[in-house]
């Protein structure tokens, strides 16, 4: 199901506090970083907040830059990013800022929220939308993306919505900033609370440091597993796809990438078409050489790749679908089914699947898998 990007940005002090349990909102951003804070805001089609931080903190959600303003518009896109509250209650106050300020909102909640914000008055402010009984994020995802047009979604807390996001792996990137002071208070509320998270390390992308804080930049990293389909599955079948680019041309073979990723999001190997010099090697068996045939982490390992493994092969004795199973892998993601370029009705997930692999394609990235093969498909 497409969701939309989603962004989770937070600030925490040193002991991990999200605020203090004082009256006043906790400042732990910079001023320059609160800028970057807008930036980001204005970059995205809407910004996210649970009702709880609506009541602790009273935000108005803007983008204060009458630049980036200007810029949405130019582009064509609202002035305001949709401002999405979440409740379950639908117990929130109708003269907070949330609902007096920026351009249009929404309130994602419970039918019983639903009735309880149209006798508050939250209806003449906001779009009531009811999820049913019970809120669930990715109805909610779903929802932002087909009906309101949500491709890139920033979420501001609290530290319920950040974890529930996170342990569902629904969550696709996290902005976190360190800011240099202690909270000491146990009754603070925290970042992220108890619970089954991804095993194993998020990647770092980027640390940033903005006057006395410090920006880092992380994204999840393990696979889903059969079926089910994570942000991490997305981020490393991009990565295949940008290896595809690094293939030397060919007027005889696709350029493809893969990448090998264990089941807690270490990366064990990657490899692309005519990979090293060698004219036939294709980007999964380049990939696969490279890792131990004997690694107990083949078995539950995901591998990606830009092209569905070939089913077919002239150039060597076993096609990259065979090689798959033998290497004891059981789960393939990739982005593009083999076209009858080179082999008729080649059928790669027809042998991995008749041997009980999962094979998932999501074509959100054919595109991408195809462009460094345009002069061979058009
Ligand atoms: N430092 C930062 O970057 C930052 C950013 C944001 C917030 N904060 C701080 O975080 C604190 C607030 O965090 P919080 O965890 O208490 O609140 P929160 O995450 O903002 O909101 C929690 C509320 O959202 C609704 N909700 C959450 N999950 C739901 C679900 N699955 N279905 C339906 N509704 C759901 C519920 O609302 P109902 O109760 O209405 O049902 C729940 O009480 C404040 O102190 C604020 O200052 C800090």
């Given at each position: 199901?497409?969701?939309p990007?989603?962004?989770?940005?937070?600030?925490?002090?040193?002991?991990?506090?999200?605020?203090?349990?004082?009256?006043?909102?906790?400042?732990?951003?910079?001023?320059?970083?609160?800028?970057?804070?807008?930036?980001?805001?204005?970059?995205?089609?809407?910004?996210?907040?649970?009702?709880?931080?609506?009541?602790a903190?009273?935000?108005?959600?803007?983008?204060?830059?009458?630049?980036r303003?200007?810029?949405?518009?130019?582009?064509?896109?609202?002035?305001?990013?949709?401002?999405?509250?979440?409740?379950?209650?639908?117990?929130?106050?109708?003269?907070?800022?949330?609902?007096?300020?920026?351009?249009?909102?929404?309130?994602?909640?419970?039918?019983?929220?639903?009735?309880?914000?149209?006798?508050?008055?939250?209806?003449?402010?906001?779009?009531?939308?009811?999820?049913?009984?019970?809120?669930?994020?990715?109805?909610?995802?779903?929802?932002?993306?087909?009906?309101?047009?949500?491709?890139?979604?920033m979420?501001?807390?609290?530290?319920?919505?950040?974890?529930?996001?996170?342990?569902?792996?629904?969550?696709?990137?996290?902005?976190?900033?360190l800011?240099?002071?202690?909270?000491?208070?146990?009754?603070?509320?925290?970042?992220?609370?108890?619970?089954?998270?991804?095993?194993?390390?998020?990647?770092l992308?980027?640390?940033?440091?903005?006057?006395?804080?410090?920006?880092?930049?992380?994204?999840?990293?393990?696979?889903?597993?059969?079926?089910?389909?994570?942000?991490?599955?997305?981020?490393?079948?991009?990565?295949?796809?940008?290896?595809?680019?690094?293939?030397?041309?060919?007027?005889?073979?696709?350029?493809v990438?893969?990448v090998?990723?264990?089941?807690?999001?270490?990366?064990?190997a990657?490899?692309?078409?005519?990979?090293?010099?060698?004219?036939?090697?294709?980007?999964?068996?380049?990939?696969l050489?490279?890792?131990?045939?004997?690694?107990?982490?083949?078995?539950?390992?995901?591998?990606?790749?830009?092209?569905?493994?070939?089913?077919?092969?002239?150039?060597?004795?076993?096609?990259?679908?065979?090689?798959?199973?033998?290497?004891?892998?059981?789960?393939?993601?990739?982005?593009?089914?083999?076209?009858?370029?080179?082999?008729?009705?080649?059928?790669?997930?027809?042998?991995?699947?008749?041997?009980?692999?999962?094979?998932?394609?999501?074509?959100?990235?054919?595109?991408?898998?195809?462009?460094?093969?345009?002069?061979?498909?058009?």
């Amino acid at each position: 199901m497409p969701y939309p990007y989603v962004l989770l940005s937070a600030a925490v002090s040193l002991d991990g506090c999200l605020d203090d349990t004082g009256p006043e909102r906790l400042l732990l951003s910079s001023p320059a970083d609160f800028d970057r804070v807008d930036e980001v805001r204005a970059a995205s089609d809407a910004i996210l907040i649970g009702a709880g931080t609506i009541r602790a903190d009273n935000p108005r959600l803007l983008v204060n830059s009458e630049k980036r303003r200007a810029a949405r518009v130019a582009a064509g896109r609202p002035e305001y990013p949709l401002k999405v509250a979440v409740s379950a209650s639908g117990d929130l106050d109708p003269t907070a800022n949330f609902w007096h300020t920026g351009g249009d909102k929404i309130l994602c909640t419970t039918d019983r929220g639903a009735a309880r914000a149209s006798t508050l008055g939250i209806t003449q402010h906001a779009t009531v939308v009811p999820l049913g009984p019970h809120l669930n994020w990715p109805d909610l995802l779903e929802h932002l993306h087909d009906t309101r047009g949500v491709r890139r979604l920033m979420v501001e807390g609290g530290g319920t919505i950040h974890t529930q996001l996170l342990q569902q792996e629904l969550a696709d990137e996290l902005h976190l900033v360190l800011a240099p002071l202690l909270v000491g208070d146990p009754k603070a509320p925290r970042l992220f609370g108890p619970g089954t998270y991804q095993t194993g390390r998020l990647r770092l992308l980027e640390t940033r440091r903005i006057e006395d804080v410090v920006l880092t930049r992380y994204v999840p990293t393990a696979p889903g597993t059969g079926a089910r389909v994570t942000p991490a599955d997305r981020h490393w079948l991009a990565l295949a796809c940008d290896l595809a680019a690094q293939c030397p041309p060919s007027d005889t073979a696709f350029s493809v990438g893969a990448v090998v990723v264990a089941a807690d999001g270490t990366e064990l190997a990657r490899g692309h078409s005519r990979e090293g010099g060698d004219p036939v090697v294709h980007a999964e068996e380049a990939a696969l050489a490279k890792i131990t045939p004997s690694d107990p982490r083949l078995p539950t390992a995901t591998i990606y790749s830009s092209l569905e493994p070939c089913a077919h092969r002239a150039s060597r004795p076993h096609p990259c679908a065979r090689l798959i199973l033998t290497s004891g892998i059981r789960r393939v993601v990739t982005a593009w089914r083999e076209p009858d370029t080179f082999v008729q009705s080649a059928d790669g997930t027809g042998t991995l699947t008749a041997q009980g692999a999962q094979v998932l394609v999501l074509p959100q990235y054919e595109e991408r898998a195809k462009a460094p093969n345009g002069h061979l498909v058009g």
